[in-house]
């Protein structure tokens, strides 16, 4: 096992100032791993915001070709790290080898990914209306806007992926391409892993020559309340749950200055099952779906976690086929032991509910999860029953069987905000249902065709967001370059003199950029 220090990063130094130690486990065994972690006190929060705000403005204004060197670097230190973390990291979260070495690829993917929103400049958001001094009745000032860092950003890690929305994840990526430093609270289930990407940063900020409290890093249980209400903090990023999520979005409201918060929640990303793509190929449909609820034992914020068909034998016939299937998957470890708790409390839930029939699924196999499936009568989705809007984060999924067209539009009408829907069907199905595109485009962020919404492409197109409760602000994405976005505002120029003028918005465009000037895109000077 790597070597472990365990204490907090506070402006470019370690501390260990609290008295308190927390201790990161074996997510198979539960055993306690041989480090401990120190929680960070009321006081090291404030210095590590302190710090994250004295690196602010020299951060801020390097050149976007220097922290695209940063994020760079900090890619190459993650694909540096050897085999004993990739091990540290499966200790860690039961994760298999596979899935850790390509979650890395994606997090130093997404790195670069941003490095290249950096040098291509359109981040800014460059727009220049010239000055009409003969215009009449009135003359128009010159007036140029672009879009500059929020401030110091707390990151909250996930559970579920150690790598990619954790430590050095999507977050914190997007934060520090716009020129915000990060104040990230670890995981309390991957601690030892966090320190060890966190140290990987490090290197890359101090490789590259980035300042002091450029990325900072806090353990604990309770420093997260702290943290959100420090004055120093501008934005806050989250993955997790959505009572986690709402109660950051309620103290960040409640400050002083309010503060945005960013928080992905809560989703159970139904997918359709159309009548002609039953009869084409509903055993195909079944198989390709079971794999998706089961896959990394159902511990992703996209599982689908309801299936909604129309009454006929062959959905009859595909729920039975999907039950079966469901009924031979082995046990899986989930990531630590509370999330197997939610798990089961979820999962009784649905037990215990009059209005639904378990179909299928095992009670707790150890400290391993098992597959679950659920069937409920449509009522209870249109009479607004708040179960069938909640996800339970593991391997289970709920079907809902709908008489006809009508009724289906009137399910997903009554479906809450969700990161994604899934449309099955064949191309007549497609045309015949053709307004649920613009149904479900009103619920969600990603709408799916012919596929399963269990993985999320880092690309510019990509959203990972939605309407409440899958995210406290549907207008932005946590996945792909439109992520930073999130930690950008405007702002406007106007009369200012060329010489005092951004480089994004000088005459000369010495950027090279694309910039809409007087109404049109150009990148030549003016």
Do not use: W
């Given at each position: 096992?790597?070597?472990?220090?365990?204490?907090?990063?506070?402006?470019?130094?370690?501390?260990?100032?609290?008295?308190?130690?927390?201790?990161?486990?074996?997510?198979?065994?539960?055993?306690?791993?041989?480090?401990?972690?120190?929680?960070?006190?009321?006081?090291?929060?404030?210095?590590?915001?302190?710090?994250?705000?004295?690196?602010?403005?020299?951060?801020?204004?390097?050149?976007?070709?220097?922290?695209?060197?940063?994020?760079?670097?900090?890619?190459?230190?993650?694909?540096?790290?050897?085999?004993?973390?990739?091990?540290?990291?499966?200790?860690?979260?039961?994760?298999?080898?596979?899935?850790?070495?390509?979650?890395?690829?994606?997090?130093?993917?997404?790195?670069?990914?941003?490095?290249?929103?950096?040098?291509?400049?359109?981040?800014?958001?460059?727009?220049?209306?010239?000055?009409?001094?003969?215009?009449?009745?009135?003359?128009?000032?010159?007036?140029?806007?672009?879009?500059?860092?929020?401030?110091?950003?707390?990151?909250?890690?996930?559970?579920?992926?150690?790598?990619?929305?954790?430590?050095?994840?999507?977050?914190?990526?997007?934060?520090?391409?716009?020129?915000?430093?990060?104040?990230?609270?670890?995981?309390?289930?991957?601690?030892a892993?966090?320190?060890?990407?966190a140290?990987?940063?490090?290197?890359?900020?101090?490789?590259?020559?980035?300042?002091?409290g450029?990325f900072?890093?806090?353990?604990?249980?309770?420093?997260?309340?702290?943290?959100?209400?420090?004055?120093?903090?501008?934005?806050?990023?989250?993955?997790g749950?959505?009572?986690?999520?709402?109660?950051?979005?309620?103290?960040?409201?409640?400050?002083?200055?309010?503060?945005?918060?960013?928080?992905?929640?809560?989703?159970?990303?139904?997918?359709?099952?159309?009548?002609?793509?039953?009869?084409?190929?509903?055993?195909?449909?079944?198989?390709?779906?079971?794999?998706?609820?089961?896959?990394?034992?159902?511990?992703?914020?996209?599982?689908?976690?309801?299936?909604?068909?129309?009454?006929?034998?062959?959905?009859?016939?595909?729920?039975?086929?999907?039950?079966?299937?469901?009924?031979?998957?082995?046990?899986?470890?989930?990531?630590?032991?509370?999330?197997?708790?939610?798990?089961?409390?979820?999962?009784?839930?649905?037990?215990?509910?009059?209005?639904?029939?378990?179909?299928?699924?095992?009670?707790?196999?150890?400290?391993?999860?098992?597959?679950?499936?659920?069937?409920?009568?449509?009522?209870?989705?249109?009479?607004?029953d708040?179960?069938?809007?909640?996800?339970?984060?593991?391997?289970?999924?709920?079907?809902?069987?709908?008489a006809?067209?009508?009724?289906?539009?009137?399910?997903?009408?009554?479906?809450h905000?969700?990161?994604?829907?899934?449309?099955?069907?064949?191309?007549?199905?497609?045309?015949?249902?053709?307004?649920?595109?613009?149904l479900?485009?009103?619920?969600?962020?990603?709408?799916?065709?012919?596929?399963?919404?269990?993985?999320?492409?880092?690309?510019?197109?990509?959203?990972?967001?939605?309407?409440?409760?899958?995210?406290?602000?549907?207008?932005?994405?946590?996945?792909?370059?439109?992520?930073?976005?999130?930690?950008?505002?405007?702002?406007?120029?106007?009369?200012?003199?060329?010489?005092?003028?951004?480089?994004?918005?000088?005459?000369?465009?010495?950027?090279?950029?694309?910039?809409?000037?007087?109404?049109?895109?150009?990148?030549?000077p003016i």
């Amino acid at each position: 096992m790597p070597q472990i220090l365990g204490h907090n990063y506070i402006g470019g130094t370690r501390s260990a100032a609290g008295s308190l130690s927390l201790l990161s486990h074996d997510a198979s065994t539960g055993e306690a791993l041989p480090c401990s972690f120190v929680q960070a006190t009321e006081s090291e929060v404030h210095a590590a915001a302190q710090a994250a705000a004295a690196a602010f403005p020299a951060f801020r204004s390097m050149p976007a070709a220097r922290r695209a060197d940063f994020l760079e670097a900090i890619a190459a230190q993650l694909d540096a790290l050897d085999d004993e973390f990739v091990a540290l990291v499966t200790r860690e979260t039961a994760l298999p080898n596979a899935r850790i070495q390509g979650e890395r690829a994606r997090t130093s993917g997404q790195m670069r990914l941003f490095a290249q929103v950096l040098r291509r400049g359109d981040f800014y958001g460059a727009r220049i209306d010239r000055a009409l001094p003969d215009r009449k009745p009135l003359p128009r000032s010159d007036l140029r806007q672009y879009r500059i860092g929020v401030g110091p950003v707390a990151v909250f890690g996930a559970s579920n992926f150690p790598l990619a929305f954790s430590t050095a994840g999507g977050d914190t990526a997007a934060a520090l391409a716009a020129g915000c430093p990060v104040v990230f609270k670890a995981h309390s289930g991957h601690m030892a892993t966090a320190e060890q990407v966190a140290d990987a940063i490090i290197r890359a900020a101090e490789q590259t020559g980035m300042p002091k409290g450029v990325f900072n890093m806090i353990y604990g249980a309770g420093v997260g309340e702290a943290l959100v209400k420090h004055p120093a903090i501008k934005a806050v990023g989250f993955t997790g749950s959505l009572k986690g999520g709402r109660a950051l979005c309620d103290m960040a409201a409640a400050r002083p200055q309010p503060i945005p918060v960013f928080a992905e929640m809560s989703s159970i990303n139904p997918v359709v099952v159309l009548p002609e793509a039953l009869h084409v190929r509903g055993e195909k449909i079944a198989s390709e779906l079971a794999a998706s609820v089961v896959l990394g034992c159902g511990q992703f914020c996209t599982n689908p976690g309801l299936v909604i068909g129309m009454r006929s034998a062959q959905f009859s016939a595909f729920t039975e086929t999907l039950t079966a299937l469901l009924a031979e998957q082995p046990a899986q470890t989930m990531l630590n032991a509370g999330t197997l708790r939610s798990y089961e409390k979820g999962v009784q839930a649905l037990l215990s509910h009059p209005g639904v029939t378990h179909l299928t699924g095992h009670r707790q196999h150890g400290n391993q999860a098992r597959a679950h499936l659920f069937k409920a009568d449509v009522s209870l989705l249109l009479e607004g029953d708040p179960l069938l809007q909640e996800e339970v984060f593991g391997p289970t999924t709920l079907i809902v069987e709908v008489a006809d067209r009508a009724e289906l539009h009137q399910a997903l009408n009554s479906l809450h905000g969700q990161l994604t829907a899934t449309l099955i069907g064949e191309p007549q199905d497609l045309h015949d249902h053709a307004e649920l595109l613009a149904l479900l485009e009103q619920k969600v962020g990603r709408v799916l065709f012919n596929g399963y919404p269990t993985g999320v492409e880092v690309c510019d197109s990509m959203v990972h967001g939605g309407p409440y409760p899958a995210t406290s602000d549907a207008r932005g994405t946590s996945v792909g370059s439109l992520a930073i976005e999130r930690f950008l505002r405007p702002v406007c120029y106007q009369n200012c003199p060329d010489a005092l003028l951004p480089d994004p918005l000088k005459n000369a465009n010495p950027l090279g950029i694309a910039r809409l000037v007087d109404g049109a895109s150009h990148r030549n000077p003016i």
